[in-house]
């Protein structure tokens, strides 16, 4: 199957429609992806799960299927090779969990977390307090919707 990008919707302050590219794999059912990346921006989603584009023009998407993979992303200031981000990138890795990262020109770096449901959310919760500060701020990408509510797909 081929790899490539497609582009997601984001929520946008300003009411215009923005995207994010992530990398996805095409399945073999026509306009259905694997995320291979972990999305940063565009809630609802996360790692190795199954979307089917909608609307092509908008990039709006459904679930197909979960891969039980939480997505997180932090906001930290400052450099990403500092003690308290190595320690939580280390506990994500011994946990089977995966990450990415991008620095931007505003010595702000976004991290990307992604670790698998089963692990519980409060253990996932505890790991972020590796983090703890002002200077990180973090949230789930696909527990809760753009508009904060719970979207508890682990559920069923």
């Not at 197909?64 to 997180?72: D, H, K, L, P, T």
């Amino acid at each position: 199957m081929e790899e490539g990008i497609i582009q997601l919707p984001i929520a946008a302050v300003d009411g215009r429609l923005k995207r994010e590219v992530v990398l996805a794999q095409m399945t073999r059912q026509e306009g259905q992806y694997v995320i291979r990346s972990i999305p940063g921006f565009a809630y609802g989603v996360g790692l190795d799960d199954v979307v089917k584009i909608v609307d092509p023009d908008s990039g709006q998407f459904e679930i197909v299927s979960r891969s039980g993979q939480v997505a997180i992303r932090a906001f930290v200031e400052g450099p990403l090779d500092r003690p308290d981000v190595r320690a939580l990138i280390d506990a994500i890795l011994s946990e089977n969990g995966t990450y990415e990262a991008a620095r931007s020109d505003e010595d702000v770096s976004l991290l990307l977390l992604s670790i698998h449901i089963n692990l519980g959310l409060d253990k996932i919760r505890s790991l972020m307090k590796l983090v703890a500060g002002p200077d990180v701020q973090w949230e789930f990408g696909n527990i809760f919707d753009e508009d904060g509510n719970l979207v508890d797909w682990w559920v069923n």
